[in-house]
């Protein structure tokens, strides 16, 4: 039986299945109750709920692995634009910290958008929102 099929049958709520018929793998307490917490709270069966949170985990992390891949195709320049586009600097602050002319930037911006498949720097905000950035917008010795 494959994990779809058991994580389904554990939050079964078939009582003519016996615990040990239910169970063939641990399963934390805590993320049990929360499933099935999560599920009373939307009003819907919670096997429903499992499969509604297993794909929107799923493809959560399809998501995230493209996004690497994008960022490993960028070259060690766009990395850097990429990075402080997403901390919210302007074309001219990036020039000014990577110590190169606005119109390069604006370059390594255009083409690094059409590497994520993306249009505005909005869109690559969203994408790479959870990534942390910090240290890109410190000043550079010179």
Known sequence: MNL?????????????????????FALDARLEQSLR????????PADEMLAVLIEAGLEKRRQNEESWLCWHALTPREQDVAA????????????????????????HAHNLLAKFGVRSRKDLRQILANWDFSD????TAR
């Open 136 to 139: 890109r917008g410190k000043p």
């Open 37 to 44: 917490r999560v599920a009373a709270e939307e009003n819907r």
């Open 4 to 24: 779809w099929k058991h994580l389904i049958k554990i939050m079964s709520t078939d009582s003519r299945e016996s615990p040990v018929d239910r169970r063939t």
């Open 84 to 107: 402080l586009m997403c901390l919210h600097y302007t074309n001219r602050q990036i020039a000014a910290q990577l110590g190169i002319a606005p119109d390069t930037v604006k370059t």
